[in-house]
């Protein structure tokens, strides 16, 4: 692909996100759900509509390559970010207990409510010689799936990365995404897909718990011997840098050779560094902003591009609100339900359920290895691209509305 043309891609799609992102924070919304919208407008439904010659020469599938590969970088360098900055100041095994009620529950009651309706959806919505359980499977892992990183990234807007139901929800947000990417790996295999047959996902269990051995029993000590070495003030020098960069990327390619996705490598990565907020403060200067103006805006872009008008009429505009619906209804109730059970009060139950509802960047994942290995066609693509933009700006008001319940409930008490 020219140079050329891969620097027109880059201009065109973040002079959109950016575009997008400021009018919805105008309108109180995250930058990301912008970011989110930027895709959908580079899309079919927009921009492929309004200018189709210009859409079809710049964003054909044989100039995408390049595209592909910095959007993985840009979530594997946030991820990271993501793990690095988890903390868990009350106590590691409550958390764990409020983590696992909140992911079992965020998973279980969506993927029950969408083999529920998957009877109404599969005659005009499977694709071809699709069988009906691998369809409605899939959709249950589609409507499981939380955005770790959008979650994240709203969490970080509004500064509430280490309240106690921020806490819990990104670490709800871990169980969910691990229990949605094994069970689409059975979906997978169902389906007769790729190598992720029994043997398969046997694998996938095995090279975690290995993975997670090395990194936080070998890995953490390391890391922890060469940073009080080598960075005593938190500021890692440009080989140490590199150390990192290295075990980084190393995870990563762990995570996607497992079939669970470079993302959870990253954070986990991450997650089994030294708790030093001064290396936090350094490398969160260095990391993010590139990340997050640069690159993350360009996964947004390609999903968009493979989303179709057709979903946008007719009856299919009954089916997307049907998912909606129950997209959104099945994270509220399974992470509000989970959060009050690990003991957490009625404002912050409702407010991780609000947040567990935010599924963007990984749902689009998920919706890409559906279309990839012919599990949905374009239209349940496209549907399920706009249920995450409209559960994922749910989650901001959601979460104003939960603090509001708290305030009123205070009031009383401090009268």
């Not at 959104?328 to 989970?338: D, M, P, Q």
Request: positive net charge.
């Amino acid at each position: 692909m020219p140079t050329t043309t891969l620097l027109l891609q880059l201009i065109v799609i973040l002079v959109a996100a950016r575009a997008c992102g400021w009018l919805l924070r105008w309108l109180g919304q995250p930058q990301v759900v912008g970011e989110m919208a930027a895709g959908l407008v580079l899309g079919p439904a927009v921009l492929g509509f309004y200018a189709p010659a210009w859409s079809a020469q710049l964003f054909s599938k044989e100039l995408l390559g390049g595209l592909n590969a910095l959007s993985t970088l840009g979530l594997v360098l946030f991820m990271f970010v993501v793990g690095l900055e988890i903390r868990s100041p009350g106590g590691v095994r409550r958390q764990l207990r409020a983590a696992g009620s909140v992911g079992v529950l965020s998973v279980a009651v969506p993927a029950g409510l969408a083999l529920a309706v998957a009877p109404a959806l599969y005659p005009s919505l499977a694709p071809a010689g699709v069988g009906f359980m691998p369809f409605a499977m899939f959709l249950s892992a589609a409507m499981s799936i939380t955005a770790f990183p959008v979650m994240a990234r709203i969490l970080k807007d509004r500064g509430m990365t280490q309240t106690s139901f921020g806490r819990v929800s990104l670490a709800g947000a871990a169980v969910v995404d691990v229990f949605a990417w094994i069970l689409l790996a059975g979906v997978v295999a169902m389906a007769g897909s790729g190598d992720a047959s029994r043997g398969g996902l046997a694998r996938i269990l095995a090279g975690t718990a290995l993975l997670l051995a090395a990194l936080f029993l070998v890995a953490r000590p390391l890391y922890a011997r060469l940073l009080a070495a080598h960075a005593p003030e938190g500021t890692p020098s440009l080989a140490v840098l590199a150390a990192l960069m290295l075990g980084l990327l190393a995870s990563a390619w762990a995570t996607e050779w497992l079939h669970l996705h470079a993302v959870f490598g990253a954070f986990l990565f991450g997650a089994c560094l030294p708790r030093d907020d001064r290396l936090l403060r350094a490398l969160t200067e260095r990391v993010e902003p590139l990340s997050i103006v640069l690159l993350m805006p360009l996964f947004f872009a390609l999903a968009g591009l493979s989303t179709t008008r057709a979903a946008f009429a007719g009856g299919a505009l009954g089916a997307m609100a049907l998912v909606i619906a129950v997209a959104a209804v099945g994270k509220l109730l399974g992470g509000a339900i989970g959060a009050r059970a690990s003991g957490l009060d009625a404002a912050d139950s409702f407010a991780v359920g609000a947040l567990m509802n935010a599924r963007g960047l990984m749902e689009l994942i998920v919706m890409k290895v559906g279309l990839d290995t012919g599990l949905i066609g374009p239209g349940m693509f496209t549907i399920l691209l706009v249920m995450a933009l409209v559960t994922t700006a749910m989650t901001s008001p959601l979460i104003s509305l939960a603090l509001r319940l708290r305030r009123t409930a205070a009031a009383p008490a401090q009268a």
